[in-house]
């Protein structure tokens, strides 16, 4: 792929220039599959006083915890495995004190993200949450957690919260253009509004694919090009979680990351080996392999079930002509913009 646009980059370079110290970062992949290889690059870079997003903690932000790389954290759920007497870093880390967490529902966790994607400062959300102590206790929030506010039209009182806009967010999808054209499919949740409601996106992909292929299959289009600021192209970039019409989840490389994460010291281990030990996932994918051998991968790639197709035939593909005029004025843009001008109805 012609990486002259600038968007393409590998992930050490998207990161090195997109995710800072300090950043308020959304891991945008919610349940099924995440941003593996973008989390692990976070990780060998260091970026450490992050705020984390997650709506699903799952082995990614025990990773990014386990790390020392979070200081606060707002999710839905994290994989505490086993309770308080169980081991995991996010356990570890609140029982220690380096970390602060404030925990949503799904619904209210999503409604900040959607919040913040169509820029509005705060959205209602359903008023049944004040009756648990999700409402009640409050973490490093405090106040703005919730807030209740009288309702201009009815004089309701309603409940509210703040808009979500992260600095950076990291997302694994199955395919994009190099213009950052990011396409999913599958079981959505806050995908498209966590990166939306960003104000930078890295999407890591399976596959860089052409313009023509994003173009006959718009609707699968989450995340357009305008808003991407880097796009990597990373074959099983989620490894060991799914990716749908890819590969399964790698049930028993979660299961030795499982019985890993159990202590601290497990942990640093698998780390030190599978993610300070690879450069990069091409070095992650030839360890995988001399350990486990091809067939293990191979187990484990999706057998093809393809949708049927939709026809998304018009009359007229463009109001534009090859020549740049449009096709019922024969104007060309800067004509429309000087008669407009001479017309006072142009706006710079």
């Known amino acids: 792929m012609d990486p002259s646009?600038?968007?393409v980059m590998t992930a050490k370079e998207a990161v090195s220039r997109f995710v800072h110290a300090g950043d308020a970062l959304v891991i945008g992949n919610y349940t099924v599959g995440s941003c593996a290889e973008l989390v692990y690059e976070v990780i060998r870079q260091r970026k450490k006083g992050l705020t984390l997003y997650s709506q699903s903690g799952i082995f990614d932000v025990e990773v990014l915890v386990g790390a020392g790389l979070v200081d606060k954290l707002v999710t839905t759920y994290v994989l505490r495995a086993g309770g308080r007497k169980g081991g995991s870093a996010v356990e570890r880390a609140l029982q220690a004190g380096t970390l602060q967490m404030e925990?949503?529902?799904?619904?209210?966790y999503n409604a900040r993200m959607v919040a913040g994607m169509h820029g509005m400062t705060f959205i209602p959300v359903l008023e049944g949450v004040m009756a648990t102590d999700l409402?009640?206790?409050?973490?490093?929030?405090?106040?703005?957690?919730?807030?209740?506010?009288d309702c201009p039209y009815t004089g309701k009182k309603i409940?509210?919260?703040p808009a979500a806009n992260p600095d950076?967010?990291?997302v694994h999808v199955q395919r994009a253009d190099k213009f950052g054209?990011?396409?999913?499919?599958?079981?959505?949740?806050?995908?498209?509004?966590?990166?939306?409601?960003?104000?930078?996106?890295?999407?890591?992909?399976e596959e860089i694919v052409e313009h023509d292929i994003i173009q006959s299959s718009p609707h699968l289009t989450i995340i357009p090009a305008y808003r991407v600021s880097a796009v990597v192209e990373v074959p099983w970039g989620a490894h060991p979680t799914e990716v749908l019409g890819y590969y399964n989840i790698d049930s028993a490389m979660y299961g030795l990351f499982m019985m890993a994460d159990s202590t601290a010291d497990g942990l640093k281990a698998w780390m030190d080996e599978w993610?300070?030990?690879?450069?990069?996932?091409?070095?992650?994918?030839?360890r995988y392999i001399g350990k486990f051998g091809m067939k293990a991968l191979d187990a484990i790639r999706a057998k093809p079930y393809y949708s049927a197709q939709a026809n998304y035939g018009a009359a007229v593909t463009s109001r534009w002509d090859r020549d740049g005029r449009e096709i019922f004025t024969g104007l060309t843009l800067p004509e429309m913009e000087a008669?407009?001008?001479?017309?006072?109805?142009?706006?710079?």
């Open 5 to 7: 646009n600038g968007k």
């Open 103 to 108: 925990d949503y529902t799904n619904f209210d």
């Open 135 to 149: 409402f009640r206790k409050r973490g490093f929030m405090g106040d703005d957690k919730f807030r209740v506010i």
């Open 159 to 161: 409940l509210t919260v």
């Open 168 to 170: 950076v967010c990291i």
């Open 181 to 205: 054209n990011a396409q999913y499919w599958g079981a959505l949740g806050s995908v498209a509004a966590a990166a939306l409601a960003s104000n930078r996106i890295i999407v890591s992909c």
């Open 275 to 286: 993610v300070f030990g690879c450069d990069n996932r091409a070095a992650y994918l030839e």
């Open 339 to 348: 008669i407009l001008k001479e017309r006072g109805k142009f706006y710079e």
